[in-house]
Every structure is written in C-alpha cells, then in structure tokens.
C-alpha cells in the first residue's frame, strides 16, 4: 500500500521555524522527484518547492526561507522553514511521482500566528 505521512506542523510565531517531514512507503518503483505543495485560507493549493535528483526549485514566496532536501536511504522529503510569516499558513502537503503518476500524502497543517 502506497502511503505518505507528513508530521511537524503546528503553531508557530511570525519569525519562527517548522521542520515538515514526509515518510514514503509502499513504492515498487524509485521515486523520481518529491515535493511539498500548500493550500492555504480560500487560496487554491500552489507548489512551495520539488526536489529531484540534485535539483530543487522554489516558490518565489519561499525562496531563501525555506529549504527543502531529500534522504533517499529513509525515502523521506523535509521542509525547513525558517522566518516563517502569517502568509505561510496552509494546510501543507507532500508529493512523489512515480512512474508518471502523482501521489498525495493527507496534509499537516501549519499555522504562523502570534
């Protein structure tokens, strides 16, 4: 069974720092790229950063605050998100794609509040 599982959301304060971990199991084939999307309060759901191979690409909302980096041994992506504003609050979920179809974990929400 093809399973994502995001943890380390939570509340955190302008200024602050997450760290999203998403654990990928159950998958016959390697995992070509991984990434982080999010959805925030009535926004449609928007790409945050993708990593595949050694190459990664970012939002230009999140450049230079969060990065984003891969364990292949644990096949396990993470977000670190430093300096985090109340615009960063969304529902934040993690994606592979594998074999030319696209997989979705349940979504860890993040709330940037003071």
């Known amino acids: 069974q093809v399973q994502l599982v995001e943890s380390g959301g939570g509340l955190v304060q302008p200024g602050g720092s997450l760290r999203l971990s998403c654990a990928a199991s159950?998958?016959?084939?390697?995992?070509?790229?991984m990434g982080w999307y999010r959805q925030g309060p009535g926004k449609q759901r928007e790409v945050v950063a993708v990593?595949?191979?050694?190459?990664?690409n970012y939002a230009d909302s999140v450049k230079g605050r969060f990065t984003i980096s891969r364990e292949n041994v644990k096949n396990t992506v993470y977000l670190q998100m430093n300096s985090l504003e109340p615009e960063d609050t969304a529902v934040y979920y993690c994606?592979?794609?594998?074999?030319?179809?696209?997989?979705w974990g349940q979504g860890t929400q993040v709330t940037v509040s003071s």
């Open positions: 990593i595949s191979g050694g190459s990664t």
């Open positions: 994606t592979a794609y594998v074999m030319g179809s696209d997989y």
């Open positions: 159950g998958f016959k084939f390697r995992i070509n790229r």
